[in-house]
């Protein structure tokens, strides 16, 4: 199993570098050409979400992003650390002042992912969020032939 772990500071401008470096290692790890874009899509998506979850609540932490490659299997997952609480836990005037704005931008996001990516996993808690990504891969004798 090989890793490539990609940490970058939650700017948006650093969200092209991680779609292109996703795209770049899927490739090479045999996942279908005919999906790449597919995975451009969903890093970028994820990779925004994890840059806006960061910027409301002004956390410095680097966004980071893993690219696993697996036998049959490759894999991205793409972490923040921004904390989730229950529902009207956020303190008034809190960075994010609007939850039902943020909680519905969250929501479409997460939608655009659930609809480019068949095996996608959502988790999120006290100490950030994950969302992992996976795609099928070919063999590389297939790949040849």
């Known amino acids: ?13 650093h969200v092209r570098t991680a779609r292109l470096v996703a795209a770049a290692v899927a ?9 790449l874009d597919e995975v451009r899509l969903a890093v970028g ?4 979400r994890a840059v806006g979850l960061h910027q409301s ?24 650390e921004a904390p989730r609480s229950a529902p ?3 303190a008034p005037g809190a960075p994010g002042d609007d939850p039902d704005a943020e909680t519905e931008e969250d929501e479409m996001g997460l939608a655009v992912i659930s609809g480019l990516v068949d095996d996608v996993e959502v988790t999120a808690g006290e100490h950030g969020g994950l969302i ?4 099928p891969t ?8």
């Open 45 to 48: 998506e994820a990779c925004t």
């Open 132 to 135: 992992r990504m996976t795609w």
């Open 88 to 90: 009207g836990d956020k």
């Open 1 to 13: 199993m090989a890793t490539v772990e990609l940490r970058f500071s939650a700017l948006p401008e």
């Open 27 to 35: 490739r090479r790890s045999g996942v279908d050409e005919a999906v």
């Open 57 to 80: 609540s002004g956390i410095t932490a680097p966004v980071k992003v893993l690219l696993i490659e697996e036998e049959k299997q490759f894999s991205i997952e793409v972490g923040d």
């Open 138 to 145: 070919t063999p590389p004798a297939a790949m040849l032939s």
